[in-house]
């Protein structure tokens, strides 16, 4: 039996620690540990909750706008504000630009090196690759010429001893499949995809200021004005600047992620991947993205609600009571020794009992991780763009079905499929083209309104601290790329009284609870083949599949020398 350690898991965001048993080729038990405190939630005690937002947009410096845009709607629900319906259309614009940047940034540059080899694209013929690439998509970057090029480009890299960006790889290990043109199709799409994504966020420029750490947020609505007959506001240029985005994304979308996704997903040498990865098969959505008010079901871009077990036939209704965080193996304890505890009586009372780094092993019988352990309900959920399209899939939502079942049909797949590692990767991209449509939709309804002569933005009424109650609370929520969303607030006397933010990561990558049920991440990868346990490539392909980002969930950075890169077995 070996153990496999990989600290840190390199693609992400954040300080990520897996530890796996192998036996017998296959993952017995693995453990997901959080290597990282930083309090967040402590530094905003005592503060102006109209100011929450601030603080907590920098939680992550990656997916900065979603913590923003939970934190005014938590401050909103706790003062009953209803925004106007422009500052709900922009802020649904900048979440779904900020949607589909990201989910296409984790495919190529976060997880696509999982399944691409970039040495083995060396050996490829450019003008073979030029003929898959033309019969699979219309994307104009398809010629001979022009993978020749990239090609030369990867060339000059490996002779130099220095592949950059695609420098830690396990290249040429048993467990990458893909012919040669493949791969350098891939590579090619990756360096393209890193000048699409620097213009197409540019939309956050426009409605936010600047990327990262958006600056219109408000609580009651939004800084970014809007006038049609004003040059310095959002007028009839910016529109059309962000139409032309919108059809940006929608043409790398259609013409390259799409495609790629599909051949990655469909070559038979990896069709074993539709299997592996499931983990315990309970999602959770709470819904997002609302074109009215936020706690009207209906009006939800991304449906609410609970699937258990991989039951696709029914969807069990959220409830935020349900929610709680154990801390069983974690490194906080709660006043009272509780097990776990409601957000809003969360506590973040921080506790390192484990071993000074650096160390062999965790201490996976006692508390091993900086994350809480989240449940719904007691029970562990699965959170990101797999459950949403699931929980829409099973609701009955009829785009999502013709997307989901076309992909399938293509794929020659039952839609159990989707409980696996490739699972994931499909319904980020189907997602991404679900998305692009509905900001058609938000920006053609922010036109109007503007035609119309509404340019509200912002509900003013609840801005003076003195209109509020001695006490208050609220829930915010929010569909984050990478899953569910939710900051609770207490405010007492015109401050915060206590703040707990409950991350897609924090879910997802949580640690055993005192149940010993263990996170999704560490279910996932139990029965994962390992071929080289030197080289834990499959471990990495399900981990990366969730797109961890570890800043946002854990919340002082070791500074005693712990090493940065160690794979080991024993």
């Known amino acids: 039996m070996a153990n496999v350690v990989i600290d840190p898991v390199t693609r992400i965001e954040g300080h990520l620690r897996i530890e796996a048993q192998v036996d017998g080729g296959k993952v017995t038990q693995a453990w997901s540990s959080g290597t990282m405190f930083r309090g967040m939630e402590l530094i905003l005690q005592g503060r102006d909750p109209r100011e929450a937002w601030i603080w907590a947009q920098r939680i992550c410096g990656v997916c900065t706008t979603v913590h923003a845009h939970t934190s005014v709607y938590a401050v909103e629900s706790a003062l009953g504000i209803e925004i106007p319906p422009n500052a709900r259309l922009i802020r649904n614009l900048i979440a779904g630009a900020q949607h589909i940047q990201d989910h296409v940034i984790h495919f190529y540059h976060l997880h696509a090196l999982d399944w691409v080899d970039v040495v083995a694209a060396l050996k490829a013929d450019p003008a073979k690759t030029a003929l898959i690439a033309q019969s699979i998509s219309s994307y104009d970057r398809s010629s001979e010429t022009y993978f020749k090029n990239v090609q030369a480009r990867v060339q000059k890299l490996a002779d130099s001893g220095q592949l950059s960006l695609m420098a830690s790889g396990y290249w040429g290990h048993p467990a990458y499949l893909l012919p040669p043109e493949y791969n350098l199709l891939a590579v090619a799409h990756y360096l393209d995809a890193l000048d699409w994504q620097r213009e197409v966020i540019r939309i956050h420029s426009v409605l936010g200021g600047k990327n990262p750490h958006l600056q219109t947020y408000l609580v009651g609505g939004m800084a ?335 500074a005693t020398g712990q090493e940065r890169v160690r794979v080991e077995v024993r």
Not at 275 to 282: F, I, L, M, R, V
Not at 400 to 418: E, F, I, S, Y
Not at 425 to 431: K, T, Y
Not at 471 to 481: D, I, K, L, Y
Request: hydrophobic share 40%.
């Open 224 to 558: 970014a004005a809007v006038d049609p007959n004003s040059p310095n506001v959002i007028n009839w240029e910016r529109i059309d600047f962000i139409a032309e985005r919108i059809k940006m994304m929608r043409a790398f979308v259609e013409q390259v992620y799409m495609p790629d996704v599909l051949a990655v997903g469909g070559f038979d040498g990896y069709k074993d991947w539709w299997t592996y990865g499931a983990g315990h098969k309970n999602y959770l959505a709470y819904g997002g993205l609302q074109d009215g008010n936020q706690n009207e079901e209906a009006k939800f871009g991304f449906p609410r609600g609970i699937i258990v077990g991989g039951d696709l036939t029914k969807v069990l209704p959220f409830s935020e009571d349900k929610v709680a965080e154990a801390i069983a193996h974690s490194y906080y304890t709660y006043d009272g020794g509780a097990p776990a505890l409601h957000p809003y009586d969360g506590q973040t009372n921080p506790k390192y009992t484990g071993p000074t780094p650096p160390y062999d092993a965790l201490t996976t019988d006692a508390q091993y991780s900086w994350l809480k352990a989240p449940r719904y309900d007691g029970m562990p959920m699965e959170v990101g763009p797999l459950a949403r399209m699931l929980i829409a899939y099973a609701s009955g939502n009829p785009t999502v079905k013709d997307l989901v079942d076309g992909a399938l049909t293509k794929l020659n797949a039952p839609a159990t499929a989707l409980f696996s590692t490739l699972g994931r990767v499909a319904a980020r991209m189907l997602e991404t083209v679900y998305l692009l449509d509905l900001m058609d939709g938000w920006l053609d309804q922010l036109s109007k309104n503007m035609e119309a002569g509404d340019l509200r933005i912002h509900d003013g009424s609840k801005w003076d601290p003195s209109t509020w109650p001695a006490e208050a609370q609220g829930f915010g929520f929010h569909e984050a790329p990478r899953g569910a969303l939710g900051h609770w607030i207490k405010i007492k006397d015109r401050k915060i009284l206590n703040y707990q933010a409950v991350v897609p990561s924090t879910w997802n990558a949580g640690p055993r609870d005192d149940k010993g049920q263990t996170g999704p991440y560490e279910a996932s990868l139990e029965g994962t083949p390992v071929a080289d346990p030197t080289k834990p490539l499959e471990l990495l392909r399900t981990i990366h599949s969730f797109d961890p980002c570890l800043a946002c969930a854990v919340h002082v950075v070791d």
